[in-house]
């Protein structure tokens, strides 16, 4: 059992390695398991176990991903990384499949000389985690974590797309425009956890989340809609911005050693929901005639014209889902412990499955309340004019998304190599399906969701070094054509919103990671 001098120290060392890693994972941690926002949880051992960890729960990643086993834990601290390569297409079609024209004039997709029917796009991200825990007595721990949803934050689609007709090369809008050109999301979730084994072999947990959330996103509207075909000369460049610097939320979780061979372990997260002001910047007469972007439209004595910033146009609600998940896990003990580390000998249990077992397999199920989520909602102030058309922006900003509750598994597990020095994990993951394909958006990939992982770990004593890799396949939402998100307009004769839907077609995504993590105990 730690000495008080020993806990003081741990303590100053403790607050210092998180208010240094909060302050740099403020900066890099731009960005959820099933709750739409991400694939299953982040951490290297996390994710090489294909995310099935909630009951073996053994390093300070747990301080966020289950409290409760704190009790059961040395003390830590846990720095990784992960970085993280998301690409994604969007295939845009009419109600009879045909690919749609950006232009009444121009060629459409698919046809001679006309632009590509697909669009594709890629987000790159470096997604950092800090978390750290500290045994106050063998029963009673605390901890702390920083980190944001396991998800690439940074998404860059195309706003025209290129293509040889006759031999020249053209540019046209691309067919995605409406629904989405740029995304770059910042959502961090600071956590402060507490333990408690009210029995040696079972302890609950409790954590406080200070969520942050900001949000740029950028894409277009109609300035009028006469028509119901998709016509760029109408077109208005919106680049929305919005921060929430206080999203409230609370983990309760357990975690039981049944017997010497089985835990169990359960966790759930409750947040609120992300709410704040908005400003718009709008860009009309975007296009020239021809399709290419208008440099100069406004004459040199009047170079605003087609500009509008609104700096409090309205207010923006996310809901974040609440989810939930157990799991079971059984382990088979080494029949005798040679070697162990300093740290895992303090009075009471102590978790260390490199060095106690042979290996082990678990399985979580999960849950998310994805159905909670109707539409990101945007309610803008009335009577705001948008420069250079007879419009104004839409009152009711509102998009349509209707997710559907997520059912998950997982299952994985580890093998001790070496004991208490090399071990080797590999694990899997599927979700269903979080959304009508009638629905399909750009901003979260709502299909169903199989990961594949592997990874392992080396002790460098006393730090535990991890690395993963996980390729995670989504399922391609399809709507044939019938789709059902219109365009926000300008033009109150049409209930603000365009004639044609802007979504028909498909929309499929691919995730490759690498993680890389390191636990230090003492």
């Known amino acids: 059992?730690?000495?008080?001098?020993?806990?003081?120290?741990?303590?100053?060392?403790?607050?210092?390695?998180?208010?240094?890693?909060?302050?740099?994972?403020?900066?890099?941690?731009?960005?959820?398991?099933?709750?739409?926002?991400?694939v299953p949880d982040a951490g290297a051992e996390q994710v090489g176990r294909g995310g099935a960890w909630v009951a073996l729960a053994d390093d300070p990643m747990a301080a966020y991903m289950n409290p409760a086993a704190m009790s059961f834990l040395s003390h830590g601290i846990h720095?990784?990384?992960?970085?993280?390569?998301?690409?994604s297409c969007f295939t845009r079609v009419d109600e009879n499949g045909a690919p749609v024209s950006p232009g009444n004039s121009i060629p459409g997709p698919g046809a001679d000389g006309g632009p590509p029917a697909e669009t594709c796009a890629s987000g790159f991200f470096p997604n950092p985690q800090l978390a750290a825990t500290f045994r106050l007595t063998d029963r009673l721990a605390i901890g702390a974590a920083v980190l944001g949803p396991h998800a690439v934050g940074n998404f860059e689609w195309p706003e025209s797309v290129s293509y040889d007709r006759n031999g020249t090369t053209r540019t046209q809008p691309a067919p995605n425009r409406y629904l989405l050109i740029s995304q770059s999301s910042l959502l961090i979730y600071p956590t402060l956890s507490v333990s408690y084994a009210v029995l040696p072999e079972?302890?609950?947990?409790?954590?406080?989340?200070?969520?942050?959330?900001?949000?740029?996103?950028?894409?277009?509207?109609?300035?009028?809609?006469?028509?119901?075909?998709?016509?760029?000369?109408?077109?208005?460049?919106?680049?929305?911005?919005?921060?929430?610097?206080?999203?409230?939320?609370?983990?309760?979780?357990?975690?039981?050693?049944?017997?010497?061979?089985?835990?169990?372990?359960?966790?759930?997260?409750?947040?609120?929901?992300?709410?704040?002001?908005?400003?718009?910047?709008?860009?009309?007469l975007y296009w020239q005639s021809g399709g290419t972007k208008a440099d100069k439209p406004c004459p040199t004595s009047d170079p605003e014209c087609n500009h509008t910033v609104a700096e409090d146009a309205g207010s923006l609600e996310l809901t974040i889902p609440m989810e939930a998940k157990i799991g079971?896990?059984?382990?088979?003990?080494?029949?005798?412990?040679?070697?162990?580390?300093?740290w895992s000998k303090q009075e009471g249990y102590v978790r260390d499955p490199l060095s106690q077992d042979r290996f082990d397999v678990e399985a979580d199920l999960t849950w998310a309340h994805n159905s909670a989520v109707d539409a990101i909602h945007i309610q803008n102030n009335a009577g705001i004019k948008?420069?250079?058309?007879?419009?104004?922006?839409?009152?009711?900003?509102?998009?349509?998304?209707?997710?559907?509750?997520?059912?998950?598994?997982?299952?994985g597990g580890a093998v001790t190599v070496l004991p208490?020095?090399?071990?080797?994990?590999?694990?899997?993951?599927?979700?269903?399906?979080?959304?009508?394909?009638?629905?399909?958006?750009?901003?979260?990939d709502m299909g169903w969701k199989l990961g594949v992982a592997g990874g392992g770990t080396v002790r460098l004593w006393p730090v535990d070094v991890s690395l993963a890799f996980q390729h995670v396949f989504y399922g391609t939402l399809d709507n044939g054509g019938k789709g059902e998100v219109k365009a926000l307009s300008g033009d109150a004769s049409t209930g603000f919103r365009s004639q044609q839907s802007v979504n028909g077609g498909s929309f499929g995504s691919s995730l490759n990671e690498v993680a890389l993590g390191a636990t230090l105990r003492f």
């Open 1 to 38: 059992m730690p000495s008080d001098l020993q806990r003081s120290r741990a303590c100053r060392r403790l607050v210092a390695c998180l208010a240094a890693g909060a302050a740099a994972l403020g900066v890099a941690s731009e960005a959820h398991a099933s709750n739409g926002l991400d």
């Open 79 to 87: 720095l990784g990384a992960h970085l993280m390569f998301q690409s």
């Open 202 to 284: 079972l302890s609950f947990g409790a954590s406080f989340i200070w969520g942050i959330a900001s949000a740029d996103f950028t894409t277009f509207t109609e300035s009028t809609s006469t028509t119901a075909q998709d016509d760029f000369t109408r077109d208005v460049k919106v680049n929305l911005t919005t921060a929430d610097y206080f999203v409230p939320g609370f983990i309760l979780s357990a975690a039981w050693r049944a017997n010497k061979f089985i835990d169990l372990g359960a966790w759930y997260r409750f947040s609120d929901s992300v709410s704040s002001r908005t400003k718009l910047d709008l860009t009309s």
């Open 328 to 342: 079971v896990r059984f382990h088979l003990p080494l029949e005798t412990v040679s070697e162990a580390p300093d």
């Open 386 to 411: 948008v420069k250079g058309t007879p419009g104004e922006i839409p009152q009711n900003g509102d998009i349509p998304h209707e997710w559907l509750d997520v059912l998950g598994v997982r299952v």
């Open 420 to 444: 208490n020095v090399f071990s080797l994990r590999a694990g899997t993951f599927f979700e269903s399906q979080g959304q009508r394909d009638g629905l399909l958006n750009l901003d979260f």
